[in-house]
């Protein structure tokens, strides 16, 4: 069968999915690399409602037959060959329109509710653009009859800049759409494996048993970027490593890792519980400020055998920023499950590999009886991959095979690669995830006003900590992990990053 007549076969999504979908920044870098994509995944599984229909917003001139074809260039570009096909392609970019619209102005926003006119599809406003003017939008929505009570909005991260800012805009959004109908992604919940851990830790009695501290000695969550600034200057030095990647895409790792088992699967349920964690998180006060927590910043160095600048060096880079590229730090849940287990977090720019990463250490035997220069692997190791190949692995002792090997330990995974155990099932990007659920009402991969608030009020006091201590952040060369302290932070516990990459 034809990939053709393959895509007309397959019977369209729910009809009581279907939704208008109105999306702010139609032509920017997350649109077109992400969002398209996206959606053009859903129509072509056959998930995406025949009524469903998509309206692009931008502040560039371009007719509907423009908009449509730099759509298809995207996909083209990002698509793989074998996804591609001419009936899927026509039947995705038909559903497109495009209106041209100064974001900050109500003039112009008639045209939205004029294209809605008629549909009873709730409408899904999608705000690919800068959290400064989700305020803007949202007044301009409700000032043009736009927005009725059916209607949802999704918003991106970083929601703020602070706790302060984060409620400004958080008000806001909730002047016009209620909390049951926003829809704040971190795309990090959305993928594969973050799903698959809430089914393993709470569907298998295994693992169930043994999380807690008295059976897990420590947690490593690490999300390595390879890459550097790439043209986000003006927007990275105001933010940082910290408010960038920690407040957010860490901490939500964190609290799936953390929390205790949900009452069930609702949205609220498993989001109480997240907050649960937010709220037992220690704060870093005193010589913890400088023992447990290390600020970098990446100077020239190495990636791939080329030479890449510094982040002073960058376009458009301010000489004497101290803003950090790289944070690493211990941390504790204060709890009954986790009482003395550190959490050790780290992420950074310019690092030799792309990775997202959990480690958890389960403790060792109390009475060990093998060879004591093996000790030191004697210990059970889960690791969940993120990215860039999903899977989990289970690292276990067996005895080394040989007849003269003796009772010498050998570590070894049980291995779950997705990619592997599911050769002909194509890995959905999380955005694919996010997207249907929005569709489906459903808010459970989503994150509430107060794990943003929370999240803040945390990262708050650090940055305080920071200013008040007025500490240059350390460098480390391009293509390294990090800085040296960052090592040694872990080192003095007795311990070591995991590097089986």
Not at 11 to 29: E, N, S, V
Not at 325 to 343: C, H, L, S, Y
């Amino acid at each position: 069968m034809s990939q053709s007549s393959a895509s007309q076969s397959i019977p369209l999504g729910d009809p009581d999915h279907a939704i208008d979908l109105a999306l702010f920044g139609a032509l920017g870098d997350l649109a077109m690399r992400k969002l398209f994509p996206a959606l053009y995944h859903l129509d072509r599984e056959g998930l995406m409602p025949e009524s469903t229909r998509i309206m692009g917003l931008a502040r560039q001139e371009h007719d509907v037959a423009e908009f449509r074809e730099l759509v298809n260039l995207a996909l083209q570009k990002r698509l793989k060959k074998d996804e591609q096909d001419a009936e899927s392609l026509k039947r995705f970019l038909n559903r497109l329109d495009y209106r041209q619209l100064d974001f900050t102005k109500v003039d112009g926003f008639e045209a939205i509710r004029q294209w809605r006119e008629g549909s009873s599809q709730p409408m899904v406003v999608y705000l690919s653009v800068a959290a400064r003017i989700y305020g803007d939008i949202c007044r301009n929505l409700q000032a043009s009859n736009s927005v009725s009570e059916n209607s949802r909005i999704i918003v991106e991260k970083p929601i703020g800049y602070d706790l302060q800012s984060s409620i400004e805009i958080n008000d806001a959004i909730g002047d016009v759409f209620p909390e049951s109908r926003i829809y704040r992604i971190d795309h990090y919940l959305g993928k594969e494996t973050v799903q698959n851990l809430i089914a393993l830790r709470f569907a298998n009695p295994l693992f169930g048993t043994q999380w807690n501290q008295n059976n897990i000695s420590h947690v490593e969550i690490t999300v390595a970027e390879k890459v550097g600034i790439e043209g986000r200057w003006g927007y990275f030095d105001e933010a940082g490593q910290l408010r960038d990647m920690v407040q957010n895409h860490l901490l939500q790792l964190l609290c799936l890792i953390a929390m205790d088992p949900p009452s069930n699967l609702d949205a609220d349920a498993i989001r109480d519980e997240k907050v649960k964690v937010l709220k037992a998180l220690k704060p870093f006060v005193g010589e913890a400020l400088g023992r447990d927590v290390v600020r970098g910043q990446y100077i020239a160095g190495n990636t791939d055998g080329k030479s890449v600048p510094g982040y002073l060096e960058e376009e458009d880079a301010n000489t004497q920023s101290q803003t950090e590229t790289f944070v690493a730090m211990k941390t504790e849940v204060a709890n009954w499950r986790w009482a003395g287990v550190p959490f050790y977090l780290r992420t950074g720019k310019r690092m030799p590999e792309k990775l997202s990463q959990i480690v958890i250490h389960f403790r060792q035997q109390p009475h060990y009886i093998f060879d004591p220069d093996q000790r030191g692997i004697a210990s059970n190791k889960l690791i969940i991959r993120l990215q860039p190949e999903e899977g989990i692995a289970l690292q276990v002792l067996t005895k080394d095979s040989g007849l003269d090997k003796g009772m010498r330990l050998r570590p070894g995974p049980l291995h779950l690669d997705f990619n592997s155990a599911f050769p002909k099932s194509r890995i959905p990007d999380a955005y694919e995830r996010l997207l249907l659920e929005v569709m489906k009402g459903q808010q459970y991969l989503f994150v509430r006003r107060d794990e943003i608030e929370h999240s803040w009020r945390w990262c708050d006091q650090l940055i305080d900590g920071w200013k008040k201590r007025e500490t240059p952040p350390r460098r480390y060369p391009a293509g390294s992990w990090g800085p040296v302290a960052s090592i040694a932070m872990i080192t003095q516990d007795g311990r070591s990053w995991y590097e089986d990459y």
